[in-house]
């Protein structure tokens, strides 16, 4: 785990340096990793079907514009589908086309139990949420998504979510 | 010539099919042909037996003419092919349909628009001949062609040089003479001074030809004409062009553009042909406005006029506003705008506001490397003395003379990171507020402060402190309140990375309005003194920024503008400015063992590759000597002037050195093989990739390592076979290979998450370098294979580091930096920029320098 968090936030460092503002404008931008080039090849590597939970008067609607999160999904390459319903989530998972589940906090919870048993992850998000719950969320949820947050940041969470469900891909 | 003499239509010439004549001098005749072989028209230029020597200098010829053709330019005719027939030497060029610049200077004076127009086309091709080393020497309107559409290409560029008879120059109304010491070769009427003089010439005598035209094209009459040609050539020796209307109401900046061409004293023109070519492009992008600021100001002026003129005269000629001693004598009744250099240091100004008295102004700047420091200095006198702590930075100063400073500053290329703190002016000892602050502003009764920081990865603008107004994943930057403190002006950039950005103001309750936006960079932000306007340094390429400003319903005007980057710092509440000029250079170092050489070329010179003996390196030029668009270049540790091999940004050189790999971006991103040495580039197909990051070579010299996005912007690595084209994928999708084994059976690859992985191309099994930390940078491998030379890029210092693959254990081996630090800005940052030779004892780097002093500006209109 140590070794994930050091390899995650190297990479956050990475790309946070990556795009240091006007530094690339001496260096060459072209040729550079940074950036989308960065996420796109995080995105390959660490392929995500989302589902994203959003039942109605979630707090993940807000969250998610907060995050331009379906903009950035799609622009990096990662799958989505959105639901609504437990129900439509339920039937979803048993397609077995996913592996992340997107959730406010305030639903995670009560998905969590269902997820347990698959090779799915879920991805808790905090968003408008009160200092004590915050804090809560971040000593419960294993992968949590902050709202709003730059996408590098949450883009990398997702990433290693679905290191998770499959650990690393390897070469046969 | 005699038309006898000249060929008939259906007459074969090596291949070529005569069609009709187009004309004829004394070096022989241009006719219409055909190419059977290629489906094609040409123009086929014959000589005169006779008209250049045989053996030895016709290859000369022949190889020179190759060279020009190799300029490829839109502005230069392509040569197509040379040869002999029948004793007749001929050249194969691109057929252009149009006139000669002589006939359309027949229609009389062009329009200061047009004629400018047409300058700028031709002064870029000369730019682009003579940073190859080719000269024209016999530049006159008769080897001008103007298309239709107004587009201009120069003939015969190199055919001067190395013919032996001055009468292959020789038109039918001009004749050239022949000293008794020297040959004179040129038309005359266009010949430089020294020409006439029969001394060696070189690209300013084609500037001074330039000059002619220019005169030509804007007054409509020759710069030197006299009835014979010995009379002539005096005037050009002698005299200056005759004072006609035209030329005499000309903007003074382009007036003294042309004196500075037709200078007598080669010396006193310009020393690159570039920076020719660059002034005119300003002079032409702002000629309304020149104009516009003429009229306005300076009619019926004449000490105006001069001032205007000895002004401009300045900015064009140093790039510099070195504008203290602009104006010796004027007055500020003249309307133009006058500098006062206020800073002299070596390195550059971060920030400078005015004290509340008007007279003192505060800033702080990082002179000769030294951290950040901020300075009191007045008007008075060139003296500085240092406020506040080390590593401080002015972000304001409030009415009742509050210093905000940014402490600890963190240079992020020229602006100041850090922690927010208070102190009066005369004070030692600052207040904290609050950390990672980009900007500070105090608000205009000098109360509170606003200001623009960092918080969980997001931008913030917070006030009063503690109160966020606008919260943004977005980069923010350059806050400043309006002078009744009721809105707050501010720039978002659309990406972290990005220069673009849009100029917004917020209101005290949060509501957002943007006023500005479409420039490719823009930065700094000052309210004029009635709220009006917002000005702002901006400008339309990169890296080159002017003085606009922008009014709250949208609109937009050129406050100012000179070659360079302009960086505005302040408005004060009587109009004048704080300014700051920049000079922004790309540099390129080698380095051995013994000894450290500073290689850079022209003015963005950025590293590619080293040959693997270390002494030829592959790199290319991107700035404003190439106009931004990426140039190839080869050179060797001598003094000899670096190849230009072709369009692109260099990757790497071939194992044998003979090719050089690029990667051009137009229409498509494709690599193309750029000859070292004889021979013609080649196109690689990019089989479907829609994007290329980097390539290398493996070192069978037979096959590519490509890394890229495919059709569906996946990244991946591949494997290209340069003789078939075919592309295969290697490793995994989203693993980035970055070095190939030097037995080329394996590559490096990276794991975005795991980090470095050693992969094999015959499928056994991939091995982690788990003891390889993701931050490090690989730059080359040890020849014997056992060995990474990485880069540690967390380092403020060029550190390389040889990683041992087997016991995974590092050694620092060597240490980069320039020599000296005077405005250093980034060493090395992106990818490529470093290069070494495989057994470690070479390298080359590109560290990126930024220099610019303050200066005060009066007489900007608000």
Known sequence: MLTRTFAASSLLTLLVASAAPDLLACGDKSLSAGGIRMQRALAARYPASVLIYNPAGSKLQGAARELNLLDTLRKVGHQYREVTTAQELQASLASGQYNIVLAHVAEARDLQPALAPSRVALIAVAYQLSDAEAAEAATVWRFLIKAPSLATRYLTTIADAVRSTTGTPRKA | MDPDQLLARGVRLGGYEIVEPLG??????????????????????????????????????????????????????????TGESEGRFYIVMELVEGTTLRQFLRRGPRPLRKALHIATQLAAALAKAHEAGVVHRDLKPENVMVTPDEHVKIVDFGLAKLTDRSTLFKSEQDSATESGQGVIRGTVGYMAPEQVRGEPADARADQFAFGAILYELLSGSRAFQRSTSVETLSMILNEDPPED??????????????????????????????????????????????????????????????????????????????????????????????????????????????????????????????????????????????????????????????????????????????????????????????????????????????????????????????????????????????????????????????????????????????????????????????????????????????????????????????????????????????????????????????????????????????????????????????????????????????????????????????????????????LVLLPTGAGVSRELSAQGLADIYWARWFPDGERLLIVGEDADRTPGSYVQRIETGALEPIAEKGLLAVLVAPDGRSVLVNDPLEGYIIWPLDNTPPRALQSLPPEYRPIQ??????????????????????????????????????????????????????????????????????????????GLSP
């Open chain 2, 781 to 858: 491998w040890s020849e014997d294979g056992r060995f990474l030379y990485v880069r540690d890029s967390e380092s403020s210092t060029v550190q390389i580091l040889r990683f041992d693959i087997a016991t995974g254990r590092t050694a620092l081996v060597k240490q980069l930096k320039p020599a000296d630090p005077a405005g250093v800005v980034g060493i090395a940052d992106g990818r490529g920029e470093l290069a070494m030779t495989p057994d470690g004892e070479t390298y080359l780097f590109t560290y990126w320098t930024f220099l610019r002093n303050l200066y005060l500006v009066e």
């Open chain 2, 245 to 670: 209307t035209v030329i005499t109401a000309l903007p003074p900046s382009l007036r003294w553009l042309l004196n500075r061409c037709l200078a007598k004293d080669a010396r006193d023109r310009y020393a690159s042909t570039r920076d020719l070519a660059l002034d005119l492009v300003a002079l032409r992008d702002h000629s309304a406005e020149l104009l516009r600021v003429d009229k306005r100001r300076v009619v019926n002026n004449p000490l105006a006029w001069a001032t205007a003129g000895i002004f401009a005269a300045a900015l064009v000629a140093t790039g510099y506003l070195a504008a203290r001693t602009v104006s010796p004598g004027a007055s500020a009744e003249a309307g133009a705008p006058r500098f006062k250099q206020v800073t002299f240091g070596r390195g550059h100004v971060v920030s400078a506001r005015f004290a509340p008295d008007g007279k003192t102004i505060l800033y702080s700047a990082s002179w000769g490397g030294a951290p950040v420091q901020s300075y009191e200095t007045r008007l008075t006198g060139p003296e500085s003395r240092p406020l506040g702590p080390a590593g401080s930075s002015v972000a304001s100063i409030s009415s009742k003379g509050e210093l905000a400073l940014i402490l600890g500053c963190r240079l992020d290329w020229a602006n100041c990171v850090g922690t927010l703190a208070q102190m009066p002016q005369d004070g030692d000892v600052p207040r904290e507020i609050m950390e990672d602050v980009l900007s500070a502003d105090w608000s205009p009764e000098g109360q509170t402060l606003a200001a623009i920081r960092t918080a969980n990865g997001l931008y913030q603008l917070d006030y009063p402190p503690g109160t966020t107004l606008y919260k943004t994943a977005s980069k923010l930057g350059y806050l400043r309140f309006s002078p009744r403190g009721d809105r707050i002006a501010f720039l978002e950039y659309e990406e972290i990375s990005a220069e673009q950005g849009v100029l917004k103001v917020i209101d005290l309750q949060g509501r957002v309005q943007s006023v500005g936006s479409g420039w490719a960079q823009i930065r700094d932000i000052a309210w004029t003194a009635d709220g009006t306007e917002i000005w702002v340094s901006a400008g339309d390429r990169a890296r080159i920024a002017s003085i606009y400003a922008v009014s709250m319903s949208g609109m937009r005007r050129l406050v100012f503008d000179v070659p360079g980057a302009l960086f505005l710092q302040d408005l004060s509440r009587d109009g004048r400015a704080l300014v700051a000029h920049g000079l922004a250079r790309g540099n390129m170092v080698w380095s051995n063992r013994a000894e450290q050489r500073d290689l850079t070329w022209l003015d963005w010179s950025t590293v590619a590759d080293l040959s693997r003996d270390g002494k030829r390196i592959l790199f290319y030029e991107w700035g404003e000597a190439v106009s931004a668009n990426p140039v190839v270049y080869l050179r060797t540790l001598d003094d000899a002037d670096a190849v230009r091999l072709g369009d692109g940004r260099a990757l790497a050189l071939s194992p044998n050195g003979r090719l050089a790999l690029a990667l051009q971006e137009s229409p498509q991103p494709h």
């Open chain 2, 24 to 81: 004829a001098g004394g070096m022989g005749a241009v006719y219409r042909a055909y190419d059977p072989r290629l489906n094609r028209l040409v123009a086929l230029k014959v000589l005169n037996p006779g008209a250049v020597g045989g053996g030895a200098p016709l290859r000369r010829l022949e190889q020179e003419a190759r060279a020009a053709s190799a300029l490829n330019h839109p502005g230069i005719v392509t040569i197509h092919d």
